[in-house]
């Protein structure tokens, strides 16, 4: 799962509000982690899913399906709003952007990614 992920990938205890805000699933460096493991999966006999907090948020789960993951596990609550997305979202195009922004960085990758949803209409929260 992503909780526990990025847990190990930032050395951040989650538990402790000190520390719980000091990384962001929108950092180049844990989105390219995902992407390597994204693409280590392909063409192998193996199914890639993704559970967590990250998959259940727009601006996440929007990452992670230019990432190229396609199952997200999520809350029941969150089912709504990621439906929503999926059903607004070009993966071609996200993917190319997602892919675009991790070889070349913006400055602030979350606001790059809701500039991007916000200029195709694309709900984000």
């Known amino acids: 799962g992503t909780n526990d992920l990025t847990q190990f990938l930032f050395a951040a ?15 180049p460096g844990a989105l390219r982690f995902l992407r390597r493991i994204s693409q280590a999966t392909v063409g192998q006999p193996v199914d890639l ?5 990250m998959g259940g948020r727009q601006l996440e789960a929007l990452a992670l399906l230019g990432l190229g993951f396609r199952k997200l ?5 969150s089912v709504g709003p990621i439906k929503e997305l999926v059903r607004q979202v ?36």
Do not use: F, Q
């Open 13 to 27: 205890d989650r538990a402790n509000p000190k520390l719980a805000e000091r990384y962001d699933w929108l950092s």
């Open 49 to 53: 899913s993704v559970c967590g907090e």
């Open 73 to 77: 596990s999520i809350t029941p609550v």
């Open 90 to 125: 070009d993966l071609k195009e996200i993917t190319e952007a997602m892919n675009h922004w991790l070889s070349s960085p913006p400055e602030n990758m979350r606001a790059e990614l809701k500039a991007w949803a916000d200029e195709r209409g694309i709900a984000s929260d």
